[in-house]
């Protein structure tokens, strides 16, 4: 864990909402499904920091998912740390990728589309929502998709909240599933593994984790207890 100065570039909507991209040492770049936190300069009103992950990833920055105060704008100096967490982990035989966001955010995931093209891999995206523009070779479906392309996919990555976590059920069923996967559990994380403040706590087969330091990226076979 590192801590870096970095700034706000520019603003781009996404999706009819303002995302911010980051200008940073390359090395505060979260990987998939990390995260970095950022504190404005003198931003009396946000005294916790604001975790961040990328959406797209550039050799000086990342242009970072939905979620960064609204107020911050081109310029704005950032105090960064991290990066934290535990991120995805692509098997490097993975040649059928299913990707599914319950909460209708593709944004976390999609750094795991170019990672898998670049390996030749096929990709599949199941979502209830908007949609960004990704390459012609991703196929698009719903949600209720899922189940059949489990017969399909050699690993699967999930984006949810941790309300959501029932509704996994619903989709994955309890039984063990039939192709490894991940799954990125977001929480609030008001300490980013600091104070172990028990805020983004979750149920899994080891036991109650913290998203924060344990995740937010955990096996879908670890959080079927928790379901």
């Known amino acids: 864990m590192q801590s870096f100065q970095g700034r706000v570039s520019h603003i781009q909507l996404w999706g009819g909402r303002q995302v911010v991209r980051i200008a940073c040492a390359q090395k505060m770049i979260p990987a998939p499904g990390k995260y970095t936190l950022a504190w404005a300069e003198g931003d009396a009103d946000a005294p916790l920091a604001t975790p961040l992950f990328a959406t797209q990833i550039d050799p000086d920055g990342f242009l970072a998912a939905p979620g960064a105060p609204l107020h911050w704008g ?32 593709v944004a976390r995931l999609q750094p795991l589309v170019q990672a898998a093209l670049e390996r030749q891999a096929s990709v599949a995206l199941f979502v209830d929502g908007f949609v960004p523009q990704l390459p012609t070779a991703v196929e698009v479906a719903p949600l209720s998709g899922l189940v059949e392309a489990l017969k399909w996919a050699d690993f699967i990555a999930v984006d949810l909240s941790r309300h959501k976590l029932a509704h996994l059920a619903e989709l994955l069923g309890r039984e063990p599933l039939p192709c490894p996967g991940q799954a990125l559990v977001s929480a609030e994380m008001p300490c980013g593994g600091i104070a172990e403040c028990g805020a983004c706590s979750l149920k899994t087969r080891q036991g109650w984790k913290l998203a924060c330091k344990d995740g937010p990226v955990f096996d879908l076979s670890d959080l079927q207890e928790g379901m």
């Not at 081109?74 to 599914?100: C, K, N, W």
């Open 74 to 105: 081109p310029g704005t100096r950032l105090h960064l740390r991290g990066p934290l967490g535990r991120g995805f982990s692509l098997p490097a035989a993975t040649r059928r990728l299913a990707l599914a966001a319950l909460d209708g955010e």
